[in-house]
């Protein structure tokens, strides 16, 4: 098995809120995550993918066709952006590192076709990513 | 708030980056001072050096629909702060570290000592340290659960 990583980076903005807690509970838990003009981050995304390389191509997926997904399902959605605003599959969510690298798992799986998704990591600063792995016996750590 | 579509079909580890300056020396009194040359090379050094150690925290949970996180973050950083940050930097591992009296303070053992010590974080699981001295060698530790290396 071979892994192949491309990285992108985008530009959005966002804010935590939930509408169920307080104003006081909402600085006291987000803090300035809080401000309601919201603020913004460059973030810089990992995908990596597993496979076998292909005989003929010696490629495990055509890196053209990852740059288009991520071009499409990624950049297209959220770059220069305000997640909670203009994301639809954010909505309801809290647009943390968490969260956001969770939804860009769930757009990109169905859409890899060759290989298969192993890692999808989310860089909202240099000193803070979330990680997101297939879940379960059948998942990254087996593949 | 809800918890996304299809939760549990993904693990989510979050990830975070702390720094500190600190010296040692890679000496071991059970050896002589020319097995310990041939072995550390300059870092045998009796007086000491330093380095600027970039610890890398990976905590794994179920993210809180409520709040969108697996830890807030101002706990995993008071708590980072408290147990590794305020007592190791700007330091001598040798001198002012109970754990490093009786063991080489290389950067395999700083990783074991400081998973050690952010074991007992209540807010999340703790998966793995990474240490790195320079930026040319890291090292990571992921306590008796290999899984929680980085896949």
Request: no cysteine; net charge neutral; proline share 0%.
């Given at each position: 098995m071979v892994l192949l990583t491309r990285k992108i980076e985008f530009a959005a903005s966002h804010l935590y809120n939930n509408p169920d807690f307080s104003p006081e509970e909402n600085l006291r838990i987000f803090g300035k995550c809080n401000n309601p003009h919201g603020h913004g981050h460059n973030y810089t995304l990992e995908v990596t993918v597993a496979g076998e390389p292909d005989p003929v191509t010696g490629m495990v997926l055509d890196l053209k066709d990852l740059k288009e997904i991520l071009e499409r399902e990624v950049m297209q959605r959220?770059?220069?952006?305000?997640l909670n605003y203009e994301v639809p599959e954010l909505a309801g969510q809290i647009p943390t590192c968490e969260n956001i690298a969770r939804v860009i798992w769930q757009l990109l799986d169905p859409k890899i076709k060759q290989g298969t998704l192993h890692r999808v990591r989310l860089y909202e600063t240099p000193d803070l990513f979330a990680d997101c792995y297939r879940n379960g016996a059948a998942g990254a750590k087996a593949s | 708030m809800n918890s996304g579509a299809q939760f549990g079909e993904v693990k989510v580890d979050l990830g975070r980056r702390y720094r500190f300056a600190a010296s040692h020396r890679l000496h071991n009194a059970a050896l002589s001072e020319e097995e310990n040359w041939r072995l550390y090379g300059k870092c045998n050094n009796p007086y000491g050096h330093g380095h600027n150690y970039v610890v890398e925290v990976v905590v794994s949970g179920k993210v809180d629909p409520a709040t969108g996180m697996i830890a807030n973050l101002a706990d995993l950083d008071g708590f980072v702060q408290r147990e590794v940050l305020d007592p190791f930097d700007h330091k001598s591992l040798n001198e002012d570290v109970a754990a490093f009296r009786g063991t080489v303070p290389t950067t395999e053992n700083l990783c074991m000592e400081i998973f050690r010590r952010l074991k007992p974080f209540p807010n999340a699981r703790l998966e793995r340290v990474r240490i790195q001295e320079t930026s040319n060698n890291s090292f990571e530790y992921a306590g008796d659960n290999p899984e929680g290396f980085e896949r």
């Open positions: 959220m770059d220069h952006r305000f | -």
